[in-house]
């Protein structure tokens, strides 16, 4: 099934589970429809089974979205609990579209409570509570993980709630991430559980066991992403346990120069909810950086400009708001704000860490790496204990020719005996859902079955109609709400009346590089002219502005690009990253 069959199944209001092999375009699937109910003012739930997945679509765990915590199971007592929390009753009375990513992470009996507490707010025994629910996920992915404690963890076909929510299959054929015959035909074979002599000779070509450049064989293994040889770049390393990843992480901290800055957590609150929320929080205890460590977010914060899972580079270890700077890789300069986890009850925080979000990230778990893209990858696969991890960390590579293999056993190319005989039946109903597309669409009931189904969750909209043989072919709104301000728009208005860069700083109770981060994006936009930001120059000398503007050409000329950190290491210490990042508004491209 193709991206536009399957987003057409979703306009229709039924419930649906998406899937589909790696790379074949599950995300930006959900993001079209995202797209498509937000144009409709339509609220919608957005949430994954883990954090980083979430962030993918801007949304939140499944978990946290609910109400539904840690806990494993309901009693009446917690489920009125729950419906005593107004912001929860807000939620569920708003909401009329679930969207779930990664549903292969998720305990079968986990969305069975879903199915529960949705039922329970909406005062209706229909599948969750009658609203259209979205998942999306692949079995031959990682299975829940399972703590101490809790009930053995199924795949989320094996609950009531998949069986009972009439969820129509759409199986995507399409292939995104990548771009290469070899990726393709080695993962397939996986997935396939085809693993031959044929699969294992390029599977061997990408081994180095030595620690040096070559695999067993001798032959180099040359790094290659998109767009040609990954000359300079540090590949991501993948490790099935932490205790890999944190040696890696803390070895590479090591090695860079300079002093270690440590950032210890604070906390509030009883002993027992503070390492209920430490377990479930990616923050370190205590963070230790250095200049030109790498790391990656642990939580969202889309005003200042970050997501849990962007990675970036420190650049200070001490910025305007105490905290560390950090330049994420597309070249924007964050001055990290330190940011709070809380467990509330009644409206009232019993329990608070406060912390930088921000961990190591030159290795990360393949748990973690799952919904990820990247161009050079090493993984190390000699300790996999899940099928399907290997399935994982092979396919977050775009191509073949950025991956290194450092070792694997017997269980890492691997699947689940059971995921396959389910695939096929996947594979059939999908068959079967894109036929019943083709006959609404031959039968012209298609639209008219869309239309009535936005026009059902979108009550506020009034459409006008227009008919032709039968069938509603347009239906456009009328009345539109008026949109809030943006957090970008809040700061134009202060541009426009030429606050000091500071003054906005303070009044937004912001740092400066993030209202620098507001201009670069309302420049962008065309939402104000370059001259109407011509005052914030006065904050620095015509020959420090002359020494920037002319590093950061040489840099553009050089490498395409004006990032920081290059300019930052050419002009030393008596400059600063905010000046660095001001200039560069006023530098043609």
Avoid at 129 to 142: A, E, M, P, Y
Avoid at 356 to 379: C, F, N
Avoid at 407 to 424: I, P, T
Wanted: a neutral charge; proline letters at 3%; glycine letters at 8%.
């Amino acid at each position: 099934m193709t991206q536009q069959e399957a987003f057409n199944i979703l306009k229709t209001g039924v419930n649906v589970y998406i899937t589909g092999a790696a790379g074949s375009g599950k995300t930006h699937l959900l993001n079209m429809y995202i797209e498509y109910l937000k144009d409709h003012d339509v609220e919608v739930g957005i949430t994954a089974s883990t954090g980083i997945a979430a962030t993918h679509m801007g949304g939140t765990t499944i978990h946290s979205w609910t109400g539904l915590g840690i806990r494993n199971f309901l009693s009446p007592f917690d489920l009125e609990s729950m419906q005593e929390k107004q912001y929860l009753w807000k939620r569920m009375e708003k909401v009329r579209v679930l969207i779930i990513d990664e549903v292969s992470m998720l305990h079968h009996f986990r969305l069975d409570l879903v199915d529960e507490i949705l039922k329970a707010f909406k005062r209706n025994d229909a599948p969750f509570g009658g609203i259209q629910v979205i998942l999306c996920g692949d079995f031959f992915q990682l299975p829940p993980v399972s703590r101490y404690g809790e009930p053995v963890p199924k795949f989320i076909y094996h609950s009531d709630a998949w069986k009972n929510g009439g969820f129509n299959i759409c199986y995507l054929e399409e292939q995104f991430r990548h771009n290469d015959d070899v990726s393709i035909r080695v993962l397939n074979d996986i997935r396939g559980s085809r693993v031959d002599e044929g699969t294992m000779n390029h599977v061997r070509k990408r081994f180095r066991s030595n620690g040096g450049t070559s695999n067993d064989d001798g032959e180099e293994v040359i790094m290659l992403g998109e767009n040609g040889p990954l000359a300079g770049v540090k590949p991501t390393r993948l490790y099935t346990h932490n205790v890999d990843v944190d040696s890696v992480n803390e070895a590479e901290l090591r090695s860079l120069l300079g002093d270690v800055a440590v950032y210890d957590m604070d906390t509030t609150g009883k002993e027992n909810l503070v390492e209920t929320l430490k377990k479930g929080c990616l923050a370190a205890e205590s963070l230790k950086l250095k200049v030109g460590a790498k790391v990656m977010f642990v939580k969202n914060n889309f005003d200042v400009g970050y997501a849990n899972g962007t990675l970036g580079v420190v650049r200070e270890v001490e910025g305007f708001s105490g905290g560390p700077v950090v330049e994420t890789l597309s070249g924007k300069l964050i001055d990290v704000p330190m940011e709070s986890w809380t467990i509330e009850e009644d409206g009232k925080v019993k329990a608070e860490l406060r912390q930088y979000p921000l961990r190591l990230a030159w290795a990360i778990t393949v748990h973690k790496s799952q919904g990820m893209s990247l161009d050079a990858v090493e993984v190390d696969l000699s300790k996999s204990f899940e099928k399907g991890m290997g399935y994982v960390a092979l396919s977050r590579v775009r191509s073949w020719n950025g991956l290194t293999i450092l070792g694997f056993n017997d269980k890492a190319l691997l699947v689940d005996a059971e995921v396959l005989a389910y695939d096929k039946q996947l594979r059939d109903k999908s068959l079967a859902a894109k036929r019943i597309l083709y006959e609404m669409q031959e039968g012209k009931t298609l639209t008219i079955g869309q239309d009535a189904f936005i026009r059902s969750i979108a009550p506020a909209y009034v459409f006008e109609q227009k008919v032709e043989n039968g069938a509603i072919v347009k239906g456009k709104k009328k009345k539109e709400k008026p949109p809030k301000p943006t957090t970008f728009q809040k700061t134009l208005e202060l541009l426009k009346e030429k606050i000091p860069l500071k003054d906005i700083a303070e009044h937004r109770e912001m740092t400066e590089a993030t209202i620098l981060n507001h201009v670069e994006k309302l420049l962008e936009e065309h939402q104000i002219e370059l001259k109407e930001v011509e005052y914030i120059k006065k904050g620095i000398s015509a020959k420090k502005f002359g020494e920037i503007e002319k590093s950061l050409k040489y840099f553009y000329e050089k490498n395409g690009d004006m990032k920081l950190g290059p300019v930052k290491n050419a002009l030393g210490p008596n400059v600063s990253y905010r000046d660095i990042q001001l200039v560069r508004i006023f530098v043609e491209k």
